[in-house]
């Protein structure tokens, strides 16, 4: 098993930046991926970016390609979601994500809100 702890979430101005952890514990040499998803109220999940943990390829949602960017410490398991020039529609709870080779984003950490104020 896999746990995942997020921080970082709060308020912040449009225009503004935040930074967002994601701490992983348990079996973390099994990892694969670490990533980022979103839910803003009344839409459905939705992926925000991933790195890998062996080669720290990243991938990214359009809506997030030249604002965020993200990042791992191998030596702290834990990964970061740079989020920069931040927009009212980035409200959302952001999810940390993980996964092994046995299932796709089959870890899930607890949420953390961000909210954009405009």
């Known amino acids: 098993q896999v746990q995942l702890v997020e921080s970082g979430g709060g308020l912040v101005q449009a225009g503004g930046s935040l930074r967002l952890s994601c701490a992983a514990s348990?079996?973390?040499?099994?990892?694969?991926?670490t990533g980022w998803f979103r839910q803003a109220p009344g839409k459905e999940r939705e992926f925000v970016a991933f790195i890998r943990w062996n080669g720290g390829r990243t991938y990214y949602a359009d809506s997030a390609k030249g604002r965020f960017t993200i990042s791992r410490d191998n030596a702290k398991n834990t990964v970061y979601l740079q989020m920069n020039s931040l927009k009212p529609e980035d409200t959302a709870v952001y999810y940390c994500a993980a996964d092994d080779t046995t299932a796709s984003w089959n870890y899930w950490g607890q949420g953390t809100q961000v909210t954009v104020s405009s």
């Open positions: 348990g079996r973390t040499f099994s990892m694969f991926r």
